[in-house]
C-alpha cells in the first residue's frame, strides 16, 4: 500500500475514533456525524489514492463515490437509502 494512502486511512482512523468517544454524549451529536462523514470521505480519498486518481479538494461522498465507482475496481457496500441519496445529489 502506498503512503500516501496509508496517511489518508490514519486520518481517517482519527475520525473514528473521535467519533467513539464522543458518541454517549446527545449534546454532540452532531460532531458524531461529521467525524463519521469525514472518515467516509477520508477512506474512499484513500482509494483513490491507491488507484492513482486526482484526489479532489471536495466534501462530498456522493461525488467521491461516483469518482470511486468509475475509477476503480472496488466495488463498496451501499444501501438502497444510500444510493438513492446519491442519485438526488447528483
Same mark, same amino acid.
Given at each position: 500500500m502506498k503512503d500516501k494512502t496509508n496517511v489518508w486511512l490514519e486520518f481517517a482512523s482519527r475520525d +473514528? @475514533?473521535?467519533a467513539k468517544k464522543l458518541i454517549s454524549d !446527545?449534546?454532540?451529536a452532531n460532531i458524531v456525524l461529521?467525524?463519521?462523514e469525514?472518515?467516509?470521505?477520508k477512506c474512499? !480519498?484513500?482509494?483513490l489514492e491507491e488507484y492513482n486518481q486526482n484526489i479532489? !479538494? +471536495?466534501?462530498?461522498i456522493h461525488k467521491l463515490y461516483s469518482l470511486v465507482k468509475k475509477n476503480t475496481s472496488i466495488t463498496l457496500p451501499v444501501t438502497?437509502? +444510500? @444510493?438513492?441519496?446519491?442519485?438526488i445529489f447528483r
Open positions: +473514528i @475514533q473521535a !446527545k449534546y454532540v461529521f467525524h463519521s469525514q472518515c467516509i470521505e474512499m !480519498k484513500a482509494i479532489p !479538494k +471536495i466534501h462530498g438502497s437509502v +444510500i @444510493q438513492q441519496t446519491i442519485l
